[in-house]
């Protein structure tokens, strides 16, 4: 196995739903997988409104019904996060955009990804939507769509860096 710890951050919004999700899930495969020392998985927001606050309740209930608690509470992802992560996910176009410009430099830029980049049954430049306004089925939704992403990227990584 690499020595290498590698860093992720999943990255939506406001922190509350999409990445918080994705985070979980990713947490949970990378547990399952033993890796759990080399993968670093964190998430944030692009924007900072609900910085501090707890995960959104519908998302949280579905993560423990699945067996992928929700933690932490929001952030904002800020410019110098670029330094400490190897991999900046973003969870639809929107969140993906602001992430290019607020990278200080090309190096920077090619750590941003579409989540769904890494999930080949996956369409092209395809988003996570946003359950927020919607009911618990979108959240079910978002987790499977995480789930299959989070399984591509997982075994990306894997290939990549020659982790276990």
């Excluded at 904002?76 to 969870?91: K, T």
Aim: proline letters at 4%; aromatic letters at 6%; one cysteine or more.
């Amino acid at each position: 196995m690499s020595q290498t710890r590698i860093a992720v951050s999943f990255v939506c919004m406001g922190n509350i739903c999409r990445s918080p999700t994705a985070e979980a899930v990713m947490r949970h495969l990378v547990q399952q997988a033993g890796l759990d020392g080399a993968i670093e998985i964190d998430s944030a927001g692009t924007g900072a409104w609900h910085v501090g606050e707890a995960r959104d309740e519908r998302s949280h209930s579905v993560g423990l019904r699945r067996g992928m608690p929700l933690s932490g509470e929001a952030r904002q992802f800020r410019r110098s996060d670029f330094a400490r992560f190897d991999y900046v996910l973003a969870l639809d176009r929107e969140n993906l955009a602001d992430l290019v410009r607020l990278a200080p430099d090309a190096q920077a830029r090619a750590k941003v990804h579409l989540l769904r980049e890494f999930d080949r049954a996956s369409p092209p430049n395809s988003d996570v939507p946003d359950p927020y306004y919607g009911g618990i089925d979108g959240f079910e939704h978002v987790f499977d769509i995480c789930e299959a992403a989070c399984r591509g990227l997982l075994d990306h990584l894997r290939r990549t860096h020659r982790l276990g």
